[in-house]
């Protein structure tokens, strides 16, 4: 039979294989925790790369919408300020147009109206150049190549002088404020040379 001595050997034999056998396991266990928190921790670093460049796209994005707002902002303050008064030179136009008028049917030979002629042709060239201060220009040339934005055809005439769909005659001035259209002028076109 075995002895007690044999025993205890034997008993710590079992314990050291059971030692050993947990230490195996462990480190079985430890290698595979290593691993899985390599692979976790290479996709938490992959995340983070994503979530980095995400951030950063958005930060870019958001910089540059403000930026363009402050474009579009000073873009619509400087129209505002540029036709502002674009209510109030429509309003002006038709008393240019009574002066016009009046200067076109005023008896000039008459010597009694010739002070108040003079009164109303020096009010006319004063508004003129009061408006033109502001940026309102005059459409008044004759002779030019008909451009449909800025005129209105009211009649088409034959003419040897005038060349083909030109400018004959401006019956109502047009005009614009700092280069946009107040009110076309109404013109006669030139058809060309009769046959």
Known sequence: MSSPDQKKINETDINQIEIEQDNTQDQIISSEITKDNTENLAILETNLVELKNTLRDTKLRAQAEIENIRRRTKIDI?????FALEKFANELLPVIDNLERALEIADKSNPALVP?????DLTMKTLLDAVHKFGIEIISQTNVPFNPEIHQAMSMLDSEEVESNHVIMVMQHGYTLNGRLLRPAMVSVSKGKKN
């Not at 400087?78 to 540029?82: L, N, Q, R």
């Open 116 to 120: 108040m002629i003079e009164g109303v």
């Open 78 to 82: 400087e129209k505002a300020h540029k």
